[in-house]
């Protein structure tokens, strides 16, 4: 649905606004008023409210680095319009006072503030962490499987398609990061068979730097909670790094400050880092590009297939020296943590 600027007009007089004029930036209006700038959020009206609730609790906990939600004079935080749901917040100007990296280190310091004050235990089952283990590994085995059968079909080609070609090339540390992420997997399930509880955490569910936005006062805030619930801090970290690594390769030294930073303020414990390092780890991507092209008829896209395979393989060795690099300060601090034995 289009809303037009009198439907923009008579929303924010809901808030005992005047509207002066409106600019659209995707799905947020930018509205200006007879007292100020603000910023209309439109949302689809089937995902309901329930992020409202999250951001409500992180108050009540403390945590206030959230860029607010206004109430409208009849006391709502959202406003129902045919099939969407709009929410008002103040328009800040997202100024950086620093570089990229600073930025992606003030998020990260946020997002584990976040985690600290909403972190709760919760009951898990022996036989909870048990079907989780074997469903996890039923599945990544399966994708072993068929992708040896896959470099199998491809050598008794008499000549081998470009990408059955490249991934041939690539199979052997495909299979290394797939055997990788099931080592560290069957490590986690030996290190909580004991474990009757887990941590979860209020997530943000959609983290990126658009959705850290720095006020005149070049404090930072988060925004755009729509897809917040509870779960594992990991639900954060993974989709973010999923797509900060999805580069040509280089040392990516900065996403390990990142993290650094993270974990100095919301440190792991031994076997979230485990499971954490081991969904990183896993290269299902390429598993699930691969399939597509070999399930694909012959009128299929070659070079199409060819780039996705390359920028995947690429995102992977991106990966693997983050994970490298994060394994090897999980040794060095088990070490220093073992007592010497007599």
């Not at 598993?287 to 092209?293: A, G, K, N």
């Not at 070999?294 to 983050?322: D, I, P």
Request: charged fraction near 30%.
């Amino acid at each position: 649905m289009t809303f037009t600027n009198e439907d923009i007009s008579r929303l924010i007089y809901h808030y005992g606004l005047s509207m002066n004029f409106v600019e659209k930036h995707g799905r947020v209006y930018k509205v200006y008023t007879n007292k100020g700038e603000f910023a209309l959020k439109e949302m689809e009206a089937n995902k309901g409210i329930d992020f409202l609730h999250y951001v409500q609790h992180l108050y009540q906990k403390g945590y206030n680095r959230i860029v607010p939600i206004y109430p409208a004079l009849d006391g709502r935080y959202a406003i129902l319009e045919g099939n969407s749901l709009f929410y008002l917040m103040p328009w800040l100007e997202n100024k950086e006072r620093e570089g990229r990296i600073q930025k992606h280190k003030d998020l990260f310091r946020e997002l584990a503030r976040l985690h600290t004050l909403s972190v709760r235990e919760i009951p898990v089952t022996k036989e909870m962490r048990e079907e989780h283990y074997e469903q996890t590994t039923a599945r990544w085995e399966n994708e072993q499987e068929a992708l040896l059968a896959f470099v199998e079909r491809s050598e008794r080609t008499v000549y081998m398609s470009p990408f059955q070609l490249l991934f041939c090339t690539f199979y052997t540390e495909i299979n290394g990061a797939e055997r990788f992420a099931l080592n560290k997997l069957k490590e986690w399930q030996e290190a909580t068979s004991e474990e009757t509880k887990a941590r979860s955490v209020i997530i943000h569910g959609k983290l990126s730097n658009e959705h850290f936005l720095y006020d005149e006062n070049g404090l930072g805030f988060f925004t755009n909670f729509e897809q917040s619930q509870i779960a594992s801090p990991i639900h954060d970290l993974l989709p973010f790094l999923d797509r900060t690594l999805s580069t040509q390769p280089k040392k990516f030294d900065e996403s390990l400050e990142w993290l650094d930073t993270y974990f100095r303020h919301f440190p792991f414990k031994k076997e979230e880092m485990l499971l954490f390092l081991s969904y990183l780890a896993h290269p299902g991507a390429i598993f699930r590009v691969v399939e597509r092209y070999f399930s694909t008829g012959k009128e299929k896209n070659e070079m199409k297939f060819v780039n996705q395979l390359q920028h995947l393989y690429w995102r992977m060795k991106n990966t693997e020296y983050v994970v490298v690099k994060l394994e090897e300060k999980e040794r060095l601090k088990n070490e220093q943590q073992t007592p010497p034995s007599n």
